[in-house]
């Protein structure tokens, strides 16, 4: 598979959202709930996600029956040195995916999935 | 904090010279262990695409080996950790202990791979590792943990 490039078009201040496994979430000791880092990694370093304006919450919610929603921003994907890009399934032209840019160390995607595991911010 | 505290509880006997036919004084487990044990074994129920992402069942050897590394550090000050499943068959598990964190995933090809992360500042990158156990897993993991509780 030829590399992803960066979809500029797509802006920093664009939400987007992830479905979270119910297993994958805890509650913090400020009792905060949060997601766990693995519910940000990938096998094939595609995370997929959706852009928030460009779907909705209970289609998401009922594609991903056992999960929660987490919600973060291009822009916290790409300070951690992610490609952002489009990637339409079937008729869905919301789902893109968060790649890792060419060259990130395993180690390195391993502490950015903790990193933005702490920016996202789980919906109710 | 010594290691002191650390003292594994999960099985104490009398000592065998004493007679093969003494009763056993008290048979215990840190609160969390038997918890932990039965998470870990109940992941085995969630199917294949648990994640609606396409991975595959919690692999039996992943979670044997979880099972494993929470009966050798089944100390009476460890919290329970959050019990998790992860992509491609594997099992997380995860402790925190006031600004320290450490991550374990335990992969069905048997890898231990953990991240330790000290402090709330995630975008200094000194205040996290990444790597692999893979000399005496559980004996490194040990260490790992009473780094986590603070023992020096």
Redesign the interface.
Known sequence: MSPRENDANIADATVLWR?V?N??V?R??DGVERA???AF???DNEM?AWVAAETELGKLQA??P??RIAEFTVGDARELRNIVTRDPVGDDDSHVVVCPVPGKS??QV??DA??LA?KARLLP | MSYSVLTPTLLQIEKPAQSQWSKVTFLSAAPWVLEALDLIAA?GN?PAN????G?PRIDIRARDAARRFVASVAFQNLPLP???????GSV?L?W?CGDREL?F?FQPDGRI?F?R?LGAD??R?EN?E??TLSHEPQTAGLKLLLWMVGAR
């Not at chain 2, 959050?82 to 491609?88: A, E, K, N, R, T």
């Open positions: 479905a496994h297993l994958q805890y913090d000791d766990q880092s693995w990694e990938s096998r997929s594609k991903f056992e999960s395993k180690a391993k502490k903790r990193r702490s | 992941l969630l648990w994640d609606g992402y991975s959050q019990i998790s499943p992860v992509l491609g997380g995860h925190r991550e995933t791979e991240l992360v995630l975008d990158d996290m990444q790597g």
